[in-house]
């Protein structure tokens, strides 16, 4: 195994790097299959470069990781994931403007 193929899920997560479908795969426990089935599914977003490697960006990672905890924990439909998992993203970004509202209101 090499380096790039064992980064930690945090590492990949942090940072802006990107991951190949076995990371993705490795570290949110799923199947090529099912994470591709998501990829078709709209549940995230993946590029296929030319040299037809499966890259996913740190942020679908983190969809991805997601995702599997609320189809695992909370049994959704897969169609119901993408839904979901947009309305928990604005969720974040209303908090973190409201933060920086609240920030900017005290000083």
Do not use: N
């Not at 479908?21 to 949110?28: G, K, M, P, T, Y």
């Not at 549940?43 to 969809?63: I, L």
């Not at 994931?81 to 609240?102: A, F, G, N, S, Y």
Request: hydrophobic fraction near 40%; aromatic fraction near 4%; charge should be negative.
């Amino acid at each position: 195994m090499t380096p790039s193929k064992t980064l930690p899920i945090a590492e990949i997560i942090g940072q802006e790097l990107e991951a190949d479908l076995d990371q993705v795969c490795r570290l949110c426990g799923l199947d090529s299959t099912e994470l591709l089935d998501w990829v078709r599914e709209g549940v995230v977003e993946a590029q296929e470069p030319a040299s037809g490697h499966w890259q996913f960006s740190a942020r679908q990672v983190r969809r991805v990781y997601v995702a599997r905890r609320l189809k695992r924990d909370l049994e959704l439909d897969t169609r119901a994931l993408p839904v979901v998992l947009d309305l928990l993203e604005e969720v974040q970004t209303l908090r973190r403007r409201v933060r920086l509202l609240e920030r900017v209101i005290e000083d």
